[in-house]
Structure formats: C-alpha cells, structure tokens
C-alpha cells in the first residue's frame, strides 16, 4: 500500500501565485485533513473532511481552499500566496472518527514563497 | 481550545540511557493520544497510540503512558540508540482533530 501520498515534495511560489498541493490515501479512510508545520509552533490543522463532499475549517483556514470530491484525494488550494504561507504541509487520513484511530500522515510538501 | 506542551524541548543523552519524554495537554476529554517521530525533513510516523481508556501501551523499547485525570502522558525510551535521535511529537485527539505539541529534540550520543 502507498498509503498517503503527497506531491510535489518541493515547490518555490512567487507572491501572488497560485497552486494545489496534492494528497490522495489508498486506504479508503474516510478522514483526510491538511497541517501545517512552522519551527516552534509544531503542527497546525487548516483544513479537514469527514467524508466525499463534505469540508471544514481548521484552526488556520485563512488563504487556503479545499474540496473533497472522491475518497481518495484531498487537494489543498493557495489562492494567492503570500511569504506567511512559507511552511512544510502535511496531509493525514484516519478511518472514521480521527479520535478511534489515530492518523497516518503523508511526507509533506515543502512550500516557500519569495 | 486544547494546548498542549513537551518538555524538554531538546534532550541529548549518552547511548544506552533510559529516557522520558513529557506531553501535558489541558483539556482531559480526548479521545486519544498519538506520539509520533519525525526524523529531519521526514514526514511523521506514528509509534504509539492509546485510546481514552487505556493507560499504557508498548512497542519494543518503547511504553508510553497515559494519565487523563491529570493531563500527561510519558514515552519511555529503553536502552536508547543513536538511531533513537529524531524529534519526537505527542498529539491529542478529539473527534475531528488532533492538537500537537511542538516536539522534543532527541539526540543519542554514541
């Protein structure tokens, strides 16, 4: 099994620019969220989904987007980025309910924005 | 809102030292707790993970314990190994999050 897989691994966005960090889990986990990663502050959620079609906010929502429209994948969107956006992004999936069955996270992207 | 706290933040210890590490967390109603390693530029893998109403589990050389009523939970290192070095992170849960604490620098000196 691949597991959680996130791409891409590296990437160097000038302000302004946009993008999408991919992530897809091919064990049918029904929960799939994005963190973030910033020295000293450890792991921050921006975004979450219980299931197809269904998103929430996390703690740092501001400027990302998210949708959820298969099992699988679980994009996360930067609409405009911004030099505060620097960070290495983490995406997890869990079976139902993260709280019964802990988290499985992928190797992260690491995002800077100049 | 959930806090949680590890200390120390950064441990450098001889090979072959038993060690703890600390997570304390504010709010006692979890769901879980999850301490995971993450080695650097790596991603986070997860090495144990007790539920609400477990006190303790263990895996090889290592046992964390859980204390609800009082908010903490220890990771027993056995024996430690310079491979044992990485930053080690604890994570509360509740239905549809997890808090994380900001980590213990681990280095096992040879």
């Known amino acids: 099994n691949a597991g959680v897989t996130q791409t891409p691994k590296f990437q160097v966005l000038k302000t302004g620019q946009s993008m999408t960090l991919q992530c897809a889990q091919d064990?049918?986990?029904?929960?799939m969220s994005w963190y973030r990663q910033d020295p000293g502050m450890g792991l921050r959620l921006i975004h979450y989904s219980v299931g197809a079609g269904i998103t929430d906010q996390g703690e740092v929502p501001n400027g990302y987007n998210v949708s959820r429209s298969t099992t699988e994948d679980f994009p996360l969107r930067l609409l405009s980025a911004a030099p505060s956006q620097t960070s290495v992004y983490f995406c997890?999936?869990?079976?139902?309910?993260?709280?019964?069955?802990?988290?499985?996270f992928g190797s992260g992207t690491r995002l800077t924005v100049v | 809102k959930q806090e949680v706290t590890q200390i120390p933040a950064a441990l450098s210890v001889p090979e072959g030292e038993n060690l703890v590490l600390n997570c304390s967390f504010t709010d006692s109603a979890i769901y879980n707790l999850q301490w995971f390693r993450q080695d650097p530029g790596k991603g986070l893998t997860s090495l144990l993970l007790i539920q609400s109403s477990q006190r303790e589990q263990t895996s090889g050389r290592l046992n964390a314990s859980l204390d609800k009523s009082s908010g903490r939970s220890t990771l027993y290192i056995a024996a430690s190994q310079p491979g044992d070095s990485a930053t080690y992170l604890c994570a509360v849960g509740n239905n549809n999050d997890m808090r994380f604490g900001a980590g213990t620098r681990l280095t096992v000196k040879p």
């Open positions: 064990m049918n986990h029904e929960y």
């Open positions: 997890a999936s869990s079976r139902r309910g993260v709280g019964n069955y802990g988290y499985t």
